[in-house]
């Protein structure tokens, strides 16, 4: 059952991180856009956020928390505290502040001039400052679940994540130093 959590784990941040490029991208092609078709760019990026980018949160979510079930009777891996806390920070901003503003954007109609309405540009700087928080998290929280290894090789310097980084993986197969897994996850 392990195996298939950590595949909604991984899969869930895979969409959350893959889908919220995509429509970064997306959000700045539509720049050069006219206003009715930057409003149609915008239904489309909508639909990515509640269908693709929603699901993925949760599970991330989901799998973490009973991923994590076998950590709570003991001590939490620095590593591990740092994803729960950037990632669960992330996850929470974007189904609470990211996802309802994309979809209020999604809605947006044309002013009887024919120009984007008043709110679009407010919107908009919300949805750009809280998803890029969000997507920092969640890479905050990628690099600590992948232990930052080569980041560490190259810098060779930081003692912080040179202990993160030598902790045991039991999925990717890592030699345990400073940090091992609960008995029942290693068994
Ligand atoms: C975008 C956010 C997140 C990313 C990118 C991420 C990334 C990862 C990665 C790469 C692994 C595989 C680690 C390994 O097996 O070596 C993992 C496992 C895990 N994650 Fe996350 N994670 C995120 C959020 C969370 C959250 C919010 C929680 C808790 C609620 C969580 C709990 C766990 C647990 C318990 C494991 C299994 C650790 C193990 O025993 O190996 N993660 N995650």
């Known amino acids: 059952m392990r195996g298939f959590w950590l595949l909604v784990h991984v899969l869930g941040f895979t969409l959350?991180?893959?889908?919220?490029?995509?429509?970064?991208?997306?959000?700045?092609?539509a720049k050069r856009f006219a206003p009715a078709?930057?409003?149609?760019?915008?239904?489309?990026?909508?639909?990515?956020?509640?269908?693709?980018?929603a699901p993925g949160v949760v599970g991330v979510l989901?799998?973490?928390?009973?991923?994590?079930?076998?950590?709570?009777?003991?001590?939490?891996?620095?590593?591990?505290?740092?994803?729960?806390?950037?990632?669960?920070?992330?996850a929470l901003i974007v189904l609470f502040v990211v996802v309802p503003t994309a979809a209020r954007?999604?809605?947006?109609e044309l002013d009887p001039r024919g120009e984007l309405p008043e709110v679009f540009?407010?919107?908009?700087?919300?949805?750009?400052?809280?998803?890029?928080?969000?997507?920092?998290?969640?890479i905050v929280a990628l690099i600590a679940g992948t232990?930052?290894?080569?980041?560490?090789?190259?810098?060779?310097?930081?003692p912080v994540l040179q202990r993160l980084?030598?902790?045991?993986?039991?999925?990717?197969g890592r030699r345990a130093e400073h940090i091992s897994a609960p008995s029942s996850i290693s068994a």
Request: with cysteine; hydrophobic share 50%.
């Open 165 to 172: 980084c030598t902790g045991q993986s039991p999925h990717l």
């Open 62 to 90: 989901v799998g973490g928390f009973v991923l994590s079930a076998p950590y709570m009777r003991g001590d939490v891996p620095g590593w591990l505290g740092l994803m729960m806390g950037a990632g669960g920070l992330g």
């Open 121 to 138: 540009p407010r919107l908009r700087k919300t949805q750009i400052i809280s998803a890029s928080i969000a997507g920092g998290l969640g």
């Open 37 to 53: 078709e930057r409003l149609a760019a915008y239904r489309v990026m909508s639909a990515v956020f509640r269908m693709v980018v």
């Open 16 to 29: 959350w991180l893959g889908a919220g490029i995509a429509t970064m991208i997306a959000g700045l092609t």
């Open 147 to 158: 232990r930052a290894c080569v980041a560490v090789r190259l810098t060779n310097r930081l």
């Open 105 to 108: 954007l999604g809605r947006l």
